[in-house]
Structures are given as structure tokens and as C-alpha cells.
């Protein structure tokens, strides 16, 4: 992460992590920037609340801001192509 703006996450986002999550996702919607970057490649899990709480800071971003998602597990990429498929505040960084 060094030189951008970001978070590393590891393990899964689910029941037990969903409150450390969102309290992430608030402090990521209030940084300054025009991306803040995700580091999900240690990520195993995102349940669909989990998917649903970024998809939600996401939309908080105003200005043209985006969340990079480097590395998103399939199943995160799943939810949001099946729930969010136009979002503009998420970008999948290629690999």
C-alpha cells in the first residue's frame, strides 16, 4: 500500500467481523482522495451483508471518488456483478 491510500483485510467478512467492517468502511468514506484501494487478496469470505455494507460506502462516495478493490475474492465479485453491477464507486483492479 505504500505511496496510495488503503486498507489490507484478511479472513473472512461475515457475522462475527460485519460491526470491524463497517466501522472500516465509515472511516475509508471520510478519507480525502479520489481512491482509496482494498487490499482483498487475503480475503476467503464476504457474505452478502458484508458485500451489501461496501456497496452502501460506495454510494457515500461523492465527487468521483472510488473504492479499488485489488484482488477481490470471487464471491465478492459475484454479489456485486449480480447486485451492483453498475456501481461507479467500485473499481476491480485487473489483476
Do not use: C
Not at 2 to 11: E, I, N, Q, W
Not at 34 to 49: G, N
Not at 59 to 81: A, C, F, W
Amino acid at each position: 500500500m505504500t505511496g496510495r491510500s488503503g486498507l489490507k483485510v484478511a479472513g473472512e467478512i461475515s457475522l462475527p467481523t460485519h460491526a470491524l467492517w463497517e466501522r472500516a468502511l465509515a472511516r475509508v468514506v471520510q478519507q480525502d482522495g479520489r481512491a482509496y484501494h482494498l487490499e482483498l487478496s487475503a480475503v476467503t469470505f464476504v457474505d452478502l451483508a458484508g458485500a451489501t455494507a461496501l456497496a452502501v460506502a460506495a454510494q457515500n462516495l461523492d465527487g468521483g471518488r472510488r473504492l479499488v478493490l485489488d484482488r477481490p475474492p470471487t464471491s465478492l465479485s459475484r454479489l456485486l456483478e449480480l447486485f451492483w453491477p453498475d456501481l461507479p464507486g467500485i473499481e476491480v483492479a485487473p489483476a
